[in-house]
Nanobody, 121 residues
Framework: VQLQASGGGLVQAGGSLRLSCAAS????????MGWFRQAPGKEREFVAS????????NYADSVKGRFTISRDNAKKTLYLQMSSLKPEDTAVYYC???????????????WGQGTLVTVSS
């Protein structure tokens, strides 16, 4: 499986970005998907996850109400709509694929290469 994340960039605080993650290889709809992020000097942290069919989502408290995770199984693509961005959202964002919809990175066995989001104050 290959996961290709895109959509990162430089944005001012309060702005919005939409990240995408295109999947190829194994059947996309059979796996839960998640977004994680890693800021400079910090450990990778959970951002959001979505169930196979898209009906169940989960968010880290730090992004709840600002970020929305979604997926299009026909297009084999995962999305993360980010709004009201803050400087502390600056990080490399990774999409991940797994079998358990958890907040733990070890439950996801395939990872994209990451896309950098920089939020200026």
């Amino acid at each position: 499986v290959q996961l290709q994340a895109s959509g990162g960039g430089l944005v001012q605080a309060g702005g919005s970005l939409r990240l995408s993650c295109a999947a190829s290889g194994r059947t996309f709809s059979m796996f839960v998907m998640g977004w994680f992020r890693q800021a400079p000097g910090k450990e990778r942290e959970f951002v959001a996850s979505i169930s196979r069919g898209g009906s169940n989502t989960n968010y880290a408290d730090s992004v709840k109400g600002r970020f929305t995770i979604s997926r299009d199984n026909a297009k084999k693509t995962l999305y993360l709509q980010m709004s009201s961005l803050k400087p502390e959202d600056t990080a490399v964002y990774y999409c991940a694929q797994g079998t358990g919809q958890t907040i733990y990175s070890y439950d996801y066995d395939s990872w994209g290469q990451g896309t950098l989001v920089t939020v200026s104050s």
